[in-house]
């Protein structure tokens, strides 16, 4: 990952204080451009020539544009072929300036062309316009706060509050936590402070933003015939699995024992020459004991078909609550999900060895979700439901807790799905 920062006006000090807040994204190089009434940092992490070549903020071949980037464009290369046959020349290797070219010769219509996942910033020098896009699915983090005329973004929310910008808990963000245990798009904990959305785009002019939605799930025909349906499903899944292979530096796979890091690994082993390292992380039952759970197992099993060189991490309790400080730090905003601490854990034994690594989350969401989500989307269609289930709770004080459960579960459908602010 890197680390992207900036705001609509200059100051030197401040930009620098950012990627300071931001430097564990991208410990390899740093750099900062500060004119034009702009000021953009970039925290490197080198994944796509390693060079200098590579180092941002990026300035055009024209100097029009300056592009700070974070994330990985998978077919780059193809976008960069067809630059280059439209008379696009190129001084790196970097996919970074494969969307900045793009960028100066498509426009915003660039981000059609990509697949990848990213968050980035690009300044127009000759229209002093700034120009912000998320990737599709919103895996790459991107934030943002507006106020006095003024737009400050991140990759974090903690190096926006380097400015001098309201410290204050937003209420409303925080009844949804307690209610769902995380705070969807686009409130944030921090009142002001905004999640910008997946697969949108943003100019920024002056004092004005204006935020549109370039890209939207594509309504496709079902496929009737499970054969069939099962063979395409197949090859999208290896092809997605391969394409994400691309890389400068080496490239391991978290696995869990479960289904979905178990067929990433399948298609990475086949698809990458030479030994593939894995890491699973497994817990103790107590402080006494080192008995490993079942996925632990499973995962050691799946590492042994494959013949990878495996990893294994084992921690206690007392190191899960060791690392608690840096997992919030790290998260700026609470997330009950009591697997961060050592998901962070491993992440820190595996980048003793690998830059890169593939993982199986988010398996379950995209073939289906769970079970919760199928109640979220039948009650989302209900219009009568939000007053009758809250009438029914304050006249029923022994059905709180069903309500609450429920209540949960359709605010999760309805803060994903259906709210208007999204």
């Known amino acids: ?244 292979l691309v890389s400068d530096r080496p490239v391991g796979v978290f696995l869990s024992g479960g289904l979905d890091s178990s067929a990433v690994l399948g298609v990475v082993r086949e698809a990458m020459p030479g030994m593939v390292k894995t890491f699973s992380v497994g817990f103790k039952a107590n402080l006494e004991e080192e008995k490993y759970n079942a996925d632990f197992e499973l995962a050691r099993q799946t590492a042994k078909y494959w013949g990878t060189d495996h990893h294994e991490l084992v921690i206690s309790g007392k190191d899960v609550a060791d690392a608690l400080d840096d997992v919030v730090w790290h998260l700026d905003e609470p997330v009950a999900n009591l697997t961060s601490a050592a998901i962070m854990l491993l992440s820190r034994e595996s980048k003793k060895s690998v830059a890169v690594v593939l993982g199986g989350d988010g398996g379950d969401e995209l073939f289906g979700g769970y079970p919760r989500h199928a109640l979220s989307a039948f009650v989302s269609r209900l219009g009568f439901f939000r007053s009758f289930t809250r009438s029914r709770a304050l006249s029923s004080r022994p059905g709180a807790e069903r309500y609450l459960a429920f209540h949960a579960a359709r605010e999760e459908a309805v803060s994903g799905v259906t709210s208007p602010l999204l």
């Open 1 to 244: 990952m890197c680390g992207i920062n900036g705001f609509t006006f200059e100051d030197q000090r401040l930009i620098d204080q950012m990627n300071q807040r931001t430097a564990h994204r991208g410990p390899d190089d740093t750099g900062t451009f500060v004119a034009d009434g702009v000021s953009l940092g970039h925290n490197r992490l080198s994944i796509i020539d390693l060079s200098p070549r590579g180092h941002q903020p990026m300035e055009s071949a024209d100097k029009r544009f300056v592009i700070v980037f974070n994330g990985e464009i998978y077919n780059y290369k193809d976008v960069r072929k067809e630059l280059e046959s439209q008379g696009s020349g190129f001084r790196s290797e970097t996919d970074t300036e494969a969307i900045l070219e793009g960028y100066a010769r498509w426009g915003k219509e660039v981000l059609l062309k990509l697949n990848g996942i990213f968050a980035l910033a690009i300044y127009d020098r000759r229209e002093r316009e700034l120009f912000l896009a998320r990737d599709r699915m919103g895996v790459k983090p991107l934030y943002y706060w507006t106020g006095g005329q003024q737009l400050v973004f991140s990759s974090e929310i903690k190096a926006i509050l380097t400015h001098d910008v309201p410290r204050r808990v937003d209420t409303d963000a925080l009844g949804i936590y307690l209610r769902i245990g995380y705070v969807p798009a686009p409130r944030t904990m921090f009142e002001g402070i905004k999640k910008f959305p997946a697969a949108s785009c943003a100019t920024v002019r002056g004092d004005e933003m204006r935020i549109e939605r370039y890209w939207a799930i594509p309504d496709e025909p079902m496929l009737s015939d499970r054969a069939e349906a099962t063979e395409r499903l197949r090859l999208l899944a290896e092809e997605s699995i391969r394409s994400q």
